[in-house]
């Protein structure tokens, strides 16, 4: 008897190891072109991972994230081996329709594992030195100044720069947008001339402020960041209340097996448990921000509905 209940613990010891057990390799989709802070996200999983899986990179870019939400959604939906990265720009523009019908439900949402701000930059060589600078020329002549951004009319740049500009007596509807496909192809089309500021998130003026070719005006945290940027200032220093914090992670596609979604679930909760992480997401240029699973989607829907609001203030929900 004993013998036998030895052996049927290790037979359900097996299985368990079986059930959870990640792949050889998964893929991470990224719904941008490579060098902006989708991209980041998923390089940073593909490191952080590696450990227990390998994970290939692979790029969708359209419709800053729709046409990869609706590839998975109408072409792989029972993939449990790619994982798509998401931003809380991706869960505005579901909030706002850009998505179609689709809504929160309609995919699984694994883990978020950082954080990072919007950020407003003009080049290094540009005559404004201030947040205050660069609105008062916006005040001056809207028309004047080309601004680069990620997505549309709508988007969550776009928004960031609508809050500053109300508060500055600016209609927001008067600026000049340049509408582009991440945050790597903004901050080329600045330091090509193309644009003059850009509205985009910390992570990737990072990426970008190495060369010393850029100047970042104002970060839009509660308090000054650490590390890199703790010399500059918050919008909120320059006499501009405007925060708007930015969530990383990752969701799978919507009829993912339960068992396949738990094993992704509790493979980032034990990604983030490691000391290294932190190391890892820090480099990165992002900031301590983790909820997976069941949380997770309760905030997704709670960041919808707050979304709804600010949407709803701009004239920006479309018409049922």
Not at 46 to 69: F, R
Not at 128 to 133: A, H, P, Q, S
Not at 153 to 161: A, C
Not at 195 to 203: C, F, K, L, P
Request: proline letters at 5%.
């Amino acid at each position: 008897m004993k013998l036998a209940r030895f052996l049927h613990s290790l037979l359900a010891l097996a299985c368990l190891r079986t059930a959870f057990a990640m792949p050889p390799q998964a893929e991470c989709l990224i719904p941008s072109k490579p060098g902006g802070a989708m991209d980041l996200t998923c390089k940073l999983a593909q490191q952080a991972l590696h450990a227990d899986t390998e994970l290939k990179l692979s790029y969708l870019p359209g419709g800053v994230g729709a046409v990869a939400w609706h590839t998975m959604a109408a072409q792989r939906r029972s993939d449990a081996n790619t994982l798509v990265t998401f931003s809380g720009g991706s869960v505005l523009n579901l909030a706002l329709g850009k998505f179609g019908k689709a809504d929160a439900d309609d995919v699984r949402w694994v883990a978020a594992f950082g954080a990072d701000y919007g950020m407003i930059a003009v080049r290094a060589d540009s005559p404004w030195r201030t947040l205050g600078d660069l609105l008062k020329a916006l005040k001056r002549d809207p028309k004047q100044v080309l601004i680069g951004m990620s997505g549309t009319v709508g988007s969550q740049d776009w928004i960031k720069m609508a809050l500053l500009a109300r508060l500055t007596g600016i209609d927001p509807r008067a600026m000049r947008f340049v509408a582009l496909e991440g945050g790597g192809e903004q901050f080329i089309a600045m330091g090509a001339g193309h644009v003059q500021a850009v509205s985009g998130d910390t992570s990737e003026a990072l990426l970008n402020a190495g060369d010393g070719k850029i100047r970042i005006l104002a970060v839009l945290s509660e308090q000054r960041l650490p590390g890199r940027l703790a010399g500059v200032p918050t919008a909120r220093e320059q006499g501009y209340d405007v925060v708007w914090p930015v969530i990383r992670g990752v969701w799978m596609a919507p009829d993912v097996r339960e068992a396949d979604y738990r094993r992704w679930v509790a493979a980032f909760v034990q990604m983030e448990s490691r000391p290294e992480f932190a190391e890892l997401r820090e480099r990165a240029g992002l900031y301590p921000f983790s909820l997976t699973g069941d949380a997770l989607t309760r905030y997704i829907k709670q960041s919808i509905d707050g979304y709804h609001r600010q949407a709803e203030q701009f004239k920006l929900l479309r018409e049922p």
